[in-house]
């Protein structure tokens, strides 16, 4: 089934540790992006791929890196977690016509403790 | 600047009751508008777009570009319609193609019985 999958849901991890979040998608799209949302304000885009091996910085200035290795799979990575970067890490992907629906993920909520 | 601004944080009505969430945008050129819907325990998913000019669950909006404003509108509100609104511009001056939306901080909508 066509769909776009984010691990783990929910994330506690101390401050200094390395993460990965996981982003998969078997929508068969080339556009994939990753929003962040903190309780009660926008969803801002901190990053976005046009396809393998592109890669840009969003609106929102991230201390976060991501990779486009694979078209379907597209991971965001904090070298050192921090209590700042706690918050929800929503990824989604779209098609490749212009202003096409995004189709997001469950979204995976990170608190640095 | 590109901004959308949700003014409600929560909107509570009864079951029948008309419902309209506001959305205003601040954007110099002609948006793509649309409004994304998140269900209690859902992904975001995409409710309509000003393009498509259809009726979504009930649901219209209606662009207007003189007052910059793209309110939801539903005359007769359901239990089912309790969720989380969000209203989101897609600029079309956008750089290289991609799909970049711009969220404002969303409504809760709340139908009691």
């Known amino acids: 089934e066509a769909d776009i999958y984010q691990t783990p849901r929910y994330l506690v991890i101390g401050t200094g540790k390395k993460i990965t979040l996981e982003c998969s998608q078997t929508?068969?799209?080339?556009?994939m992006y990753w929003y962040q949302q903190d309780p009660g304000m926008e969803l801002h885009l901190i990053h976005y791929?046009?396809?393998?091996?592109?890669?840009e910085k969003g609106d929102l200035s991230s201390e976060s890196t991501v990779s486009r290795i694979r078209t379907e799979h597209f991971p965001l990575t904090l070298e050192s977690a921090r209590p700042s970067h706690t918050s929800q890490y929503l990824c989604?992907?779209?098609?490749?016509?212009?202003?096409?629906?995004?189709?997001f993920g469950q979204g995976t909520r990170l608190t640095v403790v | 600047a590109q901004r959308v601004t949700q003014p409600e944080k929560l909107l509570s009505v009864f079951k029948g009751a008309p419902v309209e969430l506001k959305c205003n945008y601040s954007?110099?050129?002609?948006?793509?508008l649309f409004w994304y819907v998140q269900y209690s325990r859902q992904r975001l998913q995409l409710l309509l777009r000003?393009?498509s000019r259809e009726s979504i669950k009930g649901f219209t909006a209606d662009l207007n570009k003189g007052e910059t404003s793209f309110h939801l509108k539903k005359p007769f509100a359901q239990e089912e319609d309790s969720a989380m609104y969000y209203c989101?511009?897609?600029?079309?001056?956008?750089?290289?193609?991609?799909?970049?939306?711009?969220f404002g901080a969303g409504t809760r909508l709340a139908v009691h019985p």
């Open positions: 989604a992907s779209s098609g490749d016509r212009v202003n096409t629906e995004a189709f």
């Open positions: 929508m068969g799209h080339d556009k």
């Open positions: 000003h393009i």
């Open positions: 954007y110099s050129g002609s948006p793509e």
């Open positions: 791929s046009y396809g393998v091996n592109s890669t």
């Open positions: 989101a511009l897609s600029p079309n001056s956008f750089s290289g193609g991609y799909n970049k939306l711009i």
